[in-house]
C-alpha cells in the first residue's frame, strides 16, 4: 500500500527529524545554522507554529513544535527548507538536493513526552561526542530554558512553565532535568515514533488522538489479520 500521508494535528506537539541526503553535512559553518534558524523563525511566524525547542547536529536536525492549522506544519518545513536549500547549495556551488526525503514527524503526548523530547535533543550533541555537556553545544534550545541566554525563535510549553513559580527555578528544573539525562526506553520511543510517523502516547491519548483523524496514528498490533498484499505493496 502507499505510504501513510503524515500525522499532523493541530493544537498538539509534533517531534520533526530531517536528515541530510546519505546523511551528507547540511550546516557547515555557524552562519549556515544561523541562517536555517532565522528562515524558520521567519517561517513559523507566518504560518502559525509555535517552535518549542531545535537541535542543529551537522547532518540532521530535530524540531519540537505545535502547529496551529493542519497545514501550518507542513507549509513551515518547505518554505524553510526550500529556502535553505538555494542558500546553501549557492553558498557551496553545488547542486541537487539536500534533505533525505520529505522530513519525518509524529505527535508526541506533551504530559509524556514533551520534556524528555527536549532533553533527548539538547543531549544529541553529547551523545554524539561533540560536548560534554548540553551547556557547551551552542546550536540547540539548552541555552534558552537553561538560562544562559534569551532566544526569541522559542514559545515555551506549558509544560516547561510547570517547571517552576518563576525563571529561576524554571531553569533550574530544566537543567536539572537535562543532567540527569532519558532512559534508552525513552530515547528509542522517540527516535523511533518519529522516524516511523506513529503516534507517541498511552492508550487513551491515543484513543483520543484516533478520533480526531481519519489517518491510522498505530502500528497494527502483532498477530492482527490482514488481507494478502499483491507484489507491488510495502510494509510501513
Known amino acids: 500500500m502507499a505510504r501513510l500521508p503524515r500525522l499532523t494535528l493541530p493544537g498538539y506537539p509534533h517531534h520533526i527529524i530531517q536528515r541530510g541526503n546519505n546523511r551528507q553535512t547540511v550546516f557547515s559553518s555557524a552562519a549556515d545554522r544561523q541562517m536555517f534558524l532565522a528562515l524558520l523563525d521567519e517561517s513559523a511566524r507566518k504560518f502559525g507554529v509555535a517552535l518549542h525547542a531545535y537541535v542543529l547536529m551537522d547532518n540532521h536536525f530535530h524540531l519540537l513544535a505545535t502547529p496551529s492549522t493542519a497545514e501550518g506544519?507542513?507549509?513551515?518545513?518547505?518554505?524553510?527548507?526550500?529556502?535553505?536549500?538555494?542558500?546553501?547549495?549557492?553558498?557551496?556551488?553545488?547542486?541537487?538536493?539536500l534533505w533525505e526525503g520529505r522530513y519525518r514527524a509524529t505527535v508526541i503526548e506533551a504530559e509524556r513526552y514533551l520534556l524528555p523530547c527536549m532533553a533527548y535533543a539538547d543531549l544529541n550533541p553529547v551523545r554524539a561526542g561533540l560536548v560534554a555537556e548540553a551547556r557547551d553545544y551552542p546550536w540547540s534550545s539548552y541555552g534558552h530554558y537553561a538560562g544562559l541566554r534569551v532566544d526569541g525563535l522559542l514559545t515555551p510549553h506549558p509544560m516547561v512553565w510547570a517547571l517552576g513559580n518563576t525563571p529561576f527555578a524554571r531553569e533550574?528544573?530544566?537543567?536539572?532535568?537535562?543532567?540527569?539525562?532519558?532512559?534508552?526506553?525513552?530515547?528509542?520511543?522517540?527516535?523511533?515514533?518519529?522516524?516511523?510517523?506513529?503516534?507517541?502516547?498511552?492508550?487513551?491519548?491515543?484513543?483520543?488522538?484516533?478520533?480526531?483523524?481519519?489517518?491510522?496514528?498505530?502500528?497494527?498490533?502483532?498477530?492482527?489479520?490482514?488481507?494478502?498484499?499483491?507484489?507491488?505493496?510495502?510494509?510501513l
Open 172 to 235: 533550574a528544573a530544566y537543567a536539572e532535568l537535562v543532567r540527569a539525562g532519558i532512559t534508552l526506553e525513552q530515547q528509542d520511543q522517540l527516535t523511533r515514533s518519529a522516524l516511523s510517523g506513529w503516534a507517541l502516547g498511552g492508550e487513551n491519548f491515543v484513543a483520543e488522538l484516533q478520533k480526531r483523524t481519519e489517518r491510522r496514528i498505530t502500528k497494527n498490533p502483532p498477530g492482527r489479520p490482514t488481507r494478502a498484499k499483491n507484489e507491488n505493496e510495502i510494509d
Open 73 to 97: 506544519l507542513p507549509q513551515m518545513m518547505q518554505a524553510a527548507g526550500r529556502r535553505y536549500v538555494r542558500y546553501f547549495n549557492d553558498r557551496q556551488g553545488r547542486t541537487g538536493t
